[in-house]
């Protein structure tokens, strides 16, 4: 998939690489039916799915790391007319492709209607044949909202509108997620103010919550034995880092494991 040569301004040119036509880019695949297991040393078992759906290409490896932690675990409309998980790889594929498709149309990317279904056939194709994979946040993330309608209560994440430039709160958790696998912050050297240490761990909880990952320049903190304005000590930062290392064990052990990753599946 690739943007032709000859683009306009009015929007994006896109040719068919891998797709053809007519054809629907999950039937270019045959599929597989498996189960992803995770264990405990004595035996007992933690956690099982069966019926995952993957290209038969796919590893096992690969499975179980879409299973055990990609795959939306609540919310999802089922054929009955409840809400559960997601169970196959086409699922996925579609969520993520299809909203980068409607955020680019919405932002007038694409040149046409035809390049934007192009763009998301090559794509869909691209994840179903591993020759391209997003970011954990994207997999956690994207599409919940444009495509299961899975909104959730405001985590305090802001966003730039692309219509008038201002920055604006989100008013809810996914209709604006938060895709990014990296994020860098600062910290002052201040206990409980905003943009001081107790706030650190506020700001690292709601990144790490949707999959994310942070790196912190921590050169304001005063070291051990420096003097406070109220006449002690500081404690060092490695006492304040041991409450930030408890609140992010606390917060992968609820299901994400927050890490600055771009890892996607092998």
Known sequence: MMPTNNQHKTGLLFSRKFTKDGVSPFDLFEYDYRTSVIKNPNGEVVFQMDNVEVPKQWSQIATDILAQKYF???????????????????????????????????????????????????????????????????????????????????????????????????????????????FILSVDDDLVNEGGIMDLWVREARIFKYGSGVGTNFSNIRGEGEKLSGGGTSSGLMSFLKIGDRAAGAIKSGGFHPACSKDGLP
């Open 72 to 182: 939306r675990k609540a919310g999802v409309p089922q054929p009955d007319g409840g809400t559960g998980r997601e169970t196959s790889v086409k699922q996925v594929a579609h969520r993520l492709a299809h909203t980068w498709r409607v955020w680019g149309e919405r932002y007038g990317y694409f040149a046409s209607g035809n390049d934007a279904q192009v763009f998301y056939e090559e794509l869909v194709y691209s994840i179903l044949n591993q020759s391209c994979a997003p970011n954990s946040p994207q997999w956690f993330n994207t599409g919940l909202y444009e495509v299961y309608g899975i909104t959730g209560k405001p985590q305090g994440h802001y966003y730039v509108d692309a219509n008038d430039s201002v920055l604006k709160k989100s008013t809810s958790a996914y209709e604006r997620p938060q895709p990014h696998a990296c």
